[in-house]
């Protein structure tokens, strides 16, 4: 036990590993009675974990009771004919997409890979590659949700629509998500392309070539360092081709070591970039892959798992930017990267309608996403030295019209929050009305949120 901490406490980490919480209890209850009881009889503060997968203390406080949601697995109903699934919101996509797959049925709306859970997907309202989609709140047909004072709602566009609103993207502040009702689509086989698109050309390009594209199921373009000025545009297809594999899902026992000394060659070797662009570039050029659309959307996250964070971990950001600002936000990002000698591995672009239904909306109009995935030392310097290039970033992001994601390291400052989040008021007021105790709390939250 470390200095300090108490006999009775509990570590509660997240996938960083440079955010840690001690909390007072961490149950894992299996139904929404259980969540309903704890609430009733427990008066301390709640927080809320899943998947673990944010980065920024998002789903811990000290001292709380933390509910750990991953029991909370099961399929409470699945509704084929008319393509529709409702389950406990500890279940992981992955495992939902075993119940499915059987049925010819694929979720509608994820991210890029398996491992997190229903309901802190929706906590962050996620999105994926899936093309004029959006973000997760835009398959979601209700959930339900246990207040503060341990009562049970059920949560829809109609019933309780101030709640659904801001629960879905609202990090856990107002509720315990239980259960989600989600509509599904059909399992298809989709083809993949690839192709270098000038970086000045590319919302041309995207616009012309996938954006009202109805066979386009994914797409995303991908820009590597050290330049950050030549998208590689990979889309996935609809296709009535043969299948090149045959595996319906990805196996969850898969070893990933080839992966993993890919990634740490990419980001430590003089000759890296070389390294990237033999072993992953070329032959996403050159292959064109035809898959089940569940395949390719149960990666699994540990591809991108070091074999240790001792020394080093790596960690995502996320830009949302105007459509029409593109290009100079772009040369902004590349500027400020090149600057800082960031060890950003790639930037994934991608693409969204805009949300008017989540109160926290990432996207209030059209914007492209630009997911900044990298490398830095596991330390508080090294930490400290990132938080000064990111707010440069988000600086760059609001000065373009944008906004930026909140799953991530707290590096942004108050006044840049609520630049990206002025709804952050009404959610604050919102609150205050359903959990005047402010029982549901989280670093993020007890950070920025307005009192």
Same mark, same amino acid.
């Given at each position: ?24 209890? =961490?149950?894992?209850? !299996? ?52 393509? *529709? ?8 996509? @992955? ?45 979601? *047909? ?43 689509? $059909?399992?298809?086989?989709?083809? @993949? ?17 996938? @954006?009202?594209? #109805? ?22 297809? *609809? ?61 699994? #996250? ?10 080093? !971990? ?7 930017? $105007? ?29 969204? $309608? ?25 330390? @508080?310097?090294?930490?400290?030295? #990132? ?9 760059? =992001? ?29 959610? =604050? =007021? ?5 959990? $005047? ?15």
């Amino acid at each position: 036990m470390l200095s300090g901490c108490r006999d009775d406490a509990q570590r509660i980490e997240d996938v960083s590993r440079l955010e840690w919480t001690d909390v007072a209890d =961490a149950p894992r209850p !299996t139904t929404t009675a259980a969540v309903s009881a704890l609430l009733r009889g427990d008066a301390r503060p709640v927080s809320i974990g899943g998947g673990r997968y944010s980065m920024g203390g998002q789903v811990a406080w000290p001292d709380s009771l933390h509910l750990d949601m991953r029991a909370m697995r099961r399929l409470v109903a699945l509704d084929v004919a008319n393509r *529709r699934v409702r389950v406990q919101a500890g279940m992981r996509w @992955r495992d939902l997409q075993a119940l499915i797959d059987p049925h010819d049925l694929s979720v509608a709306i994820m991210q890029s890979y398996s491992n997190f859970t229903v309901g802190g997907s929706l906590s962050v309202n996620c999105h994926g590659r899936y093309v004029g989609r959006g973000p997760l709140v835009n398959s979601l *047909r209700a959930l339900q949700l246990v207040t503060a004072e341990g009562e049970t709602l059920e949560l829809d566009r109609d019933t309780h629509a101030d709640l659904f609103r801001a629960v879905v993207g609202g990090y856990g502040g107002l509720g315990v998500v239980t259960e989600a009702e989600f509509d599904l689509e $059909p399992n298809t086989r989709i083809v @993949r392309d690839a192709e270098y698109v000038a970086l000045e050309d590319y919302p041309a390009w995207f616009r012309a070539h996938v @954006r009202d594209d #109805a066979d386009v199921v994914l797409h995303n373009a991908d820009l590597v360092p050290p330049r950050f000025d030549r998208p590689v545009a990979i889309t996935w297809r *609809r296709t009535d081709a043969p299948v090149t594999l045959s595996e319906r899902l990805i196996p969850e026992d898969r070893r990933y070591g080839r992966d993993q000394n890919l990634i740490w060659a990419a980001s430590e070797l003089p000759i890296g970039e070389d390294v990237r662009d033999r072993k992953l570039t070329r032959r996403q050029l050159i292959e064109h892959p035809v898959v089940w659309r569940n395949r390719e959307a149960s990666l699994d #996250a540990d591809a991108l798992e070091p074999r240790t964070r001792l020394f080093s !971990t790596y960690l995502l950001q996320e830009y949302f930017i $105007p459509v029409a600002q593109f290009g100079e936000f772009v040369a902004a990002m590349r500027r400020i990267l090149i600057d800082a000698q960031a060890n950003v591995l790639n930037v994934s672009i991608r693409h969204s $309608p805009a949300d008017r239904t989540s109160l926290l909306s990432w996207a209030p109009q059209e914007v492209f996403s630009f997911v900044l995935y990298y490398k830095q030392r596991s330390h @508080r310097w090294a930490d400290a030295e #990132a938080e000064g290039w990111t707010r440069r970033l988000i600086d760059a =992001a609001l000065d373009h019209g944008g906004r930026y994601y909140l799953p991530y390291r707290l590096h942004a400052t108050q006044e840049q929050f609520l630049r990206a989040y002025p709804e952050a008021e009404a959610y =604050a =007021a919102l609150k205050a009305r359903h959990d $005047p105790k402010r029982r549901f709390r989280n670093k993020l939250l007890e950070r920025y949120l307005p009192r």
